[in-house]
């Protein structure tokens, strides 16, 4: 398949399973609320480092919010339910709690739930109090910009991580503007994150290392440095390969959120230096989700748009 000639390689991302939550942060205005979202999603790019994938979803309206007031939705991400509350609670503690004027509102409801201020409360030091609003307890900290007020408990469910875009171009700046043409198309959408470093990942890893002490090394055949070598994938005229790793809360999201990427990097076209798009797997092995990018381009993926 070749879009504005641009090479679709017919192959497919490999994605994990994976468990999400959704909070909802407000402050006095944008700039707090932002700062402690910020904060609170740092260091966390990949569950193999770090415990957590967590991301900024999207800003929400004061007439969106629980309270009123300026908002910002936060997802995360992790292999399993114990993990996802561990470092949610710890995020919400050290990164929202210390931020002035926040709150923190659950952003998924249902019978799944895991902690949130349940444990925070405690450091109220006993002049924390609670109140419930329908069927949802809330706990107010005394602080000292006034009381830090957080949903005891929020909702999360089953989710996909992984799903990816890799951009094969003639040099980095190439690479550089396919990609942010991607995320930025892939940024409008909900129920999505990116959770590298704005959203690009040059850093693309494969399962095992030489070293018997880690479990993932640097992905060597796609290493322009590396052309060298018989295992090498990287064609003559590309100097460069970049990544664009999406974590949703359904399959269709993550889809969706591919359809869009591509589309976009397709849109500049091999004119602008781009050569082919394709997708890393392990084999299907590992990750039991496959998103074939010929598929998603497909005219059945009309109903995405």
Request: proline share 4%; with cysteine; glycine share 12%.
């Amino acid at each position: 398949m070749i879009i504005n000639g641009v090479e679709i390689e017919d192959t497919f991302a490999e994605a994990f399973s994976m468990r999400a939550t959704r909070v909802i942060i407000t402050a006095i205005n944008y700039k707090w609320a932002r700062h402690a979202a910020a904060t609170m999603t740092g260091f966390a790019t990949s569950v193999i480092g770090c415990g957590v994938e967590a991301g900024i979803e999207k800003v929400i309206g004061n007439h969106e919010t629980p309270d009123g007031r300026p908002g910002i939705s936060v997802l995360l991400f992790s292999t399993d339910k114990k993990t996802l509350e561990k470092q949610l609670q710890t995020r919400i503690g050290q990164c929202v709690l210390t931020c002035p004027t926040t709150a923190v509102f659950p952003g998924m409801e249902g019978e799944n739930q895991i902690a949130l201020g349940k444990n925070i409360r405690y450091f109220g030091d006993g002049f924390q109090t609670s109140k419930k609003i329908g069927d949802k307890r809330f706990w107010r900290i005394p602080v000292m910009d006034g009381e830090f007020l957080c949903a005891e408990t929020t909702g999360y469910q089953k989710a996909i991580g992984g799903g990816n875009i890799l951009v094969f171009a003639r040099g980095i700046s190439h690479a550089l503007l396919a990609c942010e043409a991607a995320i930025d198309a892939i940024g409008m959408l909900p129920n999505i994150i990116m959770p590298f470093p704005g959203g690009g990942v040059r850093s693309g890893s494969k399962v095992g290392s030489k070293y018997k002490f880690l479990n993932a090394s640097t992905n060597h055949p796609f290493c322009p440095t590396l052309k060298g070598r018989p295992d090498n994938v990287l064609g003559k005229n590309i100097e460069a390969a970049m990544e664009i790793v999406i974590d949703g809360l359904t399959k269709e999201d993550v889809s969706l959120a591919m359809y869009r990427g591509i589309e976009a990097i397709c849109d500049l076209g091999k004119s602008q230096g781009i050569e082919k798009i394709t997708g890393g797997n392990y084999g299907g092995n590992l990750g039991p989700h496959h998103f074939h990018l010929r598929e998603i381009m497909n005219d059945s993926y009309n109903r995405y748009i």
